[in-house]
Nanobody
């Protein structure tokens, strides 16, 4: 069964950190482009980061550059999103998605697989 499962969300104070995990089953995510998306209430879903298949090239949206880091552990078939210096504007449901084409430039709503999402709330 093909599945993506996110974890690691929660409540954190401004300036704090969280690490999200996206664990894959039923396929080898190292060949896929894996992206992290987020959707805040009343806003469109936006992609915040991506790691390409094989080469592992990374990409970040401007609002998170320098604060978020995406990485992949092939042995665990898991992708991580390390989020530092969090602000209330980072509050959203975070989703991971996988695209078999393997390149970040095409990773979007048409991704092959999506996780169920994990809530991140940044508040004092």
């Amino acid at each position: 069964q093909v599945q993506l499962v996110e974890s690691g969300g929660g409540l954190v104070q401004p300036g704090g950190s969280l690490r999200l995990s996206c664990a894959a089953s039923g396929f080898t995510l190292g060949y896929y482009a894996i992206g992290w998306f987020r959707q805040a209430p009343g806003k469109e879903r936006e992609r915040v980061s991506c790691i390409s298949g094989r080469a592992g090239s990374t990409a970040y949206a401007d609002p998170v550059k320098g604060r978020f880091t995406i990485s992949r552990d092939s042995a665990k078939n898991t992708v991580y999103l390390q989020m530092n210096r969090l602000t209330p504007e980072d509050t959203a449901v975070y989703y991971c998605a996988a695209d078999h084409r393997g390149i970040c430039s095409v990773l979007g709503r048409a991704a092959d697989y999506w996780g169920q999402g994990t809530q991140v709330t940044v508040s004092s």
